[in-house]
């Protein structure tokens, strides 16, 4: 009974921080559309965003962020269905077909715009330098994970866009981690230069940390299975005609 109550409180305890990072996410993404009120038009003086880019929020970084506040959004909504409709046999031809126009949002609009606003990002060339990796896999994974679909092989498919979903869901703890840094009074370029690479790096490593865990198991247990059975012999049909 104490050798199944541990693994028991481990999926309670992974089940609650999965649905309190939930909540948590959809939480942070109503606040973000909730700040598009002072986009339209855009108010310098309410949106703390917008704040100091009255002279620079002009020609194609203007057309960028609009761009951006339509398909960013967009693109996590869809990855979402996207991650949790793959698989299911009931949901493959929308899947199929989301599928696409998430290639293509991403493609023509989200990594266009990101790249764009990146060059505008506060606290310099460090944090600007890290939005525009980030933009650049983006785009990368979601091709990565169309060419696998494409050859067949799903697994990989599923393990590359995972990747992109959670590129475009960093932002999300982007966010938290500003609202955490100013609460604190520990706000300052150098915790926003950190915070614009740690805010999808993080999130990557962790999963790539799963990947990891999970095959190293999946290996011990086939090598626990082969020592049990190494000995073990099948018998032939001849063997067993014999023995009836």
Request: net charge positive; aromatic share 14%.
């Amino acid at each position: 009974m104490e050798q199944n109550a541990h693994p028991n409180r481990s999926g309670r305890l992974i089940r609650v921080l999965f649905w309190g990072g939930v909540i948590v996410s959809i939480k942070v993404f109503l606040a973000i559309l909730y700040q598009y009120r002072w986009y339209f038009p855009a108010d310098f003086d309410a949106s703390p965003f917008l704040a100091g880019r009255r002279f620079s929020f002009v020609g194609l970084y203007r057309w960028a962020f609009y761009l951006h506040l339509f398909a960013g959004p967009a693109a996590l909504i869809l990855g979402t269905f996207l991650l949790f409709s793959g698989g299911k046999p009931r949901w493959r031809r929308v899947h199929r077909t989301l599928g696409k126009t998430q290639c293509a949002l991403i493609g023509l609009m989200v990594v266009p715009s990101g790249l764009v606003m990146s060059l505008q990002a506060y606290a310099g060339p460090i944090a600007q330098l890290g939005f525009i990796v980030q933009s650049i896999l983006t785009g990368a994974t979601i091709l990565v994970a169309v060419s696998f679909v494409r050859a067949g092989n799903l697994a990989a498919h599923r393990r590359w866009a995972t990747r992109c979903y959670l590129l475009l869901w960093s932002p999300l703890l982007l966010r938290v981690v500003a609202g955490l840094m100013i609460v604190s009074n520990l706000e300052s370029e150098w915790t926003y230069r950190l915070n614009a690479w740690l805010s999808w790096l993080v999130p990557l490593a962790v999963y790539e940390w799963v990947l990891i865990s999970s095959r190293a198991e999946m290996r011990s247990k086939n090598a626990v299975l082969r020592f049990l059975f190494a000995d073990a012999k099948i018998p032939t049909q001849a063997e067993n005609r014999s023995t009836a």
